[in-house]
């Protein structure tokens, strides 16, 4: 049986690598939540939304990938956190504008809250304002 932190790490690669719900569902609850005082992800409740998102943002930053800095479990408390740097360069189709060219390089933190060893609950601590107008979306 996997570990938390084995199930955190397989969900972390395949949300950020934007392989979308379908790839990221067999490490979550159907129905786990999803929260970020982020205004870009105000209107987003579900890991599933979540998930589905990054789907979308790698459409648009087809190059976009994450170098890992730091993956932790807190087994008291079911809990593992990781902190990375996405970068990407927003050449794809969609986003707010048409393709600019722009590049990100942006810190983030998920804090994944797990039960029955699949993740409830996913918190993503991230400075959108700063990702925003690095690709000239904001």
């Not at 008291?76 to 360069?89: K, L, M, Q, S």
């Not at 990100?104 to 994944?112: C, F, P, T």
């Amino acid at each position: 049986m996997s570990t938390i932190r084995e199930t955190a790490e397989h969900f972390f690669v395949a949300c950020e690598t934007g392989k979308g719900w379908e790839g990221c569902k067999q490490y979550c609850h159907p129905d786990a939540t999803f929260s970020a005082q982020a205004p870009a992800l105000a209107d987003i409740g579900t890991v599933e939304a979540y998930a589905d998102w990054m789907a979308w943002l790698i459409g648009c930053l087809p190059d976009g990938e994450y170098e890992l800095r730091c993956f932790a479990e807190d087994s008291a408390r079911d809990c593992v956190i990781t902190y990375a740097v996405f970068r990407g360069t927003h050449t794809g189709e969609g986003g707010p504008v048409a393709a600019t060219g722009a590049k990100v390089e942006s810190d983030y933190v998920y804090v994944m809250q797990f039960e029955g060893g699949h993740i409830r609950h996913l918190t993503k601590v991230w400075n959108d304002a700063h990702a925003l107008q690095q690709l000239g979306w904001a």
